[in-house]
């Protein structure tokens, strides 16, 4: 499948778990079958909220999305280093980076007074959610989407494999806000 046949997909996926029409995937046949091996169609990097699950929210199978998962989706080299191999190395065209709408990390990030200091290691995703929340004056909507932007930037600065990959046209990377009030996916770039 190419990215757009993949795009495709997943939101119908997205429209049969907005209308809770969700197939029933045979989980005992797949779990046996991937066995052998992940052949994952897409590699996702969303935030570790346990109101947003991508397998239900794109209604795919076992084995589909090879995902990362951090508080806020922001990366660091070992977040990094797990989507080089989702892409890299299981060969998945599209990287899709998914926000959500009330996104605490996001929130506790523009709602935090000036020099606040976070508690335990909080302060190390802070600081990466902190250029959206400046650029957006600290609102909580805008910045979980410029949150999105910054990320992807990030992801290109700092791996030298994505950025070729992304230049060369082998990779599509995809920004997209998943709306817990609804259930959609919303895409914005
Ligand atoms: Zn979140």
Redesign the pocket.
């Known amino acids: 499948m190419n990215a757009e046949e993949i795009m495709k997909r997943l939101m119908e996926g997205n429209s049969r778990f907005v209308r809770g029409e969700s197939k029933k995937y045979d989980f005992v046949a797949i779990r046996k079958e991937l066995v052998a091996g992940q052949h994952p169609i897409v590699t996702v990097l969303t ?3 346990s109101r ?1 699950a991508p397998e239900y929210i794109f209604d795919v199978n076992l084995g589909e999305i090879f995902k990362i998962e951090t ?2 989706n922001v990366v660091d080299s070992v977040a990094l280093g797990s989507i080089e191999y989702g892409v890299d190395h299981l060969h998945t065209p599209v990287l899709m980076i998914l ?2 709408t009330q ?4 929130t506790a990030c523009c709602k935090a007074a000036p020099g606040e200091a976070a508690h335990g290691n909080l302060g190390e995703i802070m600081k990466r959610i902190e250029p959206a929340a400046v650029k957006k004056k600290r609102d909580v909507n805008a910045s979980i989407e410029e949150n999105l932007f910054c990320v992807k930037d990030c992801i290109l600065s700092n791996s030298g494999i994505l950025k070729k990959m992304h230049e060369e046209k082998k990779l599509k990377i995809i920004l997209a806000k998943y709306l817990l009030e609804t259930g959609e996916v919303k895409v914005l770039g």
């Open positions: 935030c570790s909220d947003v508080a806020g926000g959500h996104c605490g990390a996001v």
